[in-house]
């Protein structure tokens, strides 16, 4: 699941989280922890201009210091970035913050990572706007030799070129996971060619056979033969029936119905969903995340 109170845009964040702090995150985590779930996530932004501050918000958590504190306080849940900028950043730089991460986490990192899309946030920092996707991908070419054993990785590209270079500590895990996010043509062909999984970013149920069957299609003509990690992002849900209004696309009722309806997703071929609670509290989030990982879960 995508942490709560890390990022606050309007469009998911629930009233209580504004006053939300570091022992929230570190109880939800923990619950995800304990609870059997896969991965907890955490975004990317540096800086969010005003005339997108009412809608996004201006509250967006580093990927790299959150996920690194919450490393200290959990024991097997995997840590992504979903999905980091990179291309806001020099490859070594990105290395270095992720590999140090992984290091500490015992080989924990997912590093997913997106094109972007807030202009200024590039403009700021001198990186091309236009060119985010051609940046992005170098970027990700480049971060495969940088996360990769080689303590003096080799990476000669049209936009970064570096050898001679050592960096330590190492990944622990000897292969990083790369996932892609978004949905775009441009980002499902990304993902690939030179992903190892897959984040779609807003697509509807109906929408992701056939963009499941291009990615596939596309890294078949590409001759990568590595299996890929296909991801989905799920309608909103409340296990239970709700004494509140959830809204009408969030799935509610008992386990076994939520089960069926998630199912759905594995028949698509979704190897992982990324899930969201509605929730008035705190503490009534992680209720909803217990019963998951308690109750639908299992059945799933």
């Given amino acids: ?12 964040a629930e009233a209580w989280e504004a006053d939300a702090g570091p022992d929230d995150l570190v109880e939800i985590a923990r619950t995800a922890d304990r609870s059997g779930f896969d991965y907890v996530a955490s975004c990317d932004h540096v800086a969010i201009p005003r005339r997108l501050a009412a809608a996004m918000s201006t509250v967006w958590y580093d990927p790299v210091a959150t996920l690194g504190f919450l490393a200290g306080v959990t024991e097997r849940v995997r840590l992504l970035s979903h999905v980091a900028v990179v291309g ?21 990192l997912i590093l997913g990572v997106g094109a972007g899309h807030v202009q200024e946030e590039f403009e700021v920092l001198g990186v091309d706007f236009e060119r985010r996707g051609a940046v992005l991908d170098e970027c990700v070419d480049a971060l495969r030799a940088a996360l990769g054993p080689d303590e003096f990785p080799t990476h000669h590209g049209k936009l970064y070129d570096f050898e001679g270079l050592g960096q330590q500590p190492r990944p622990a895990q000897e292969r990083v996971p790369v996932w892609v996010g978004g949905s775009s043509p441009a980002a499902v062909r990304r993902a690939a060619v030179r ?18 069957a291009r990615v596939r299609r596309l890294r078949e003509e590409a001759g990568v033969s590595d299996p890929l990690t296909v991801g989905a992002i799920t309608e909103p849900l409340y296990v239970g029936e709700p004494g509140w209004s959830v809204g009408r696309r969030t799935l509610t ?14 028949a698509m071929g979704v190897h992982q969903i990324q899930v969201r609670f509605r929730s008035r509290s705190r503490s009534e989030l992680t209720d909803q995340m217990a019963a998951f990982g308690a109750e639908v879960a299992p059945l799933l």
Avoid: N
């Fill in 1 to 12: 699941m995508q942490l709560p109170v890390q990022s606050q845009s309007t469009m998911y």
């Fill in 88 to 108: 806001l950043r020099h490859p070594l730089l990105t290395a270095k913050q992720y590999a140090t991460l992984d290091h500490l986490s015992g080989g924990r």
């Fill in 195 to 212: 992903g190892d999984g897959w984040l779609p970013q807003g697509d509807p149920r109906d929408r992701l056979p056939e963009q499941i």
């Fill in 253 to 266: 009722g008992a386990p076994e119905a939520l089960a069926e309806s998630l199912g759905a997703y594995r």
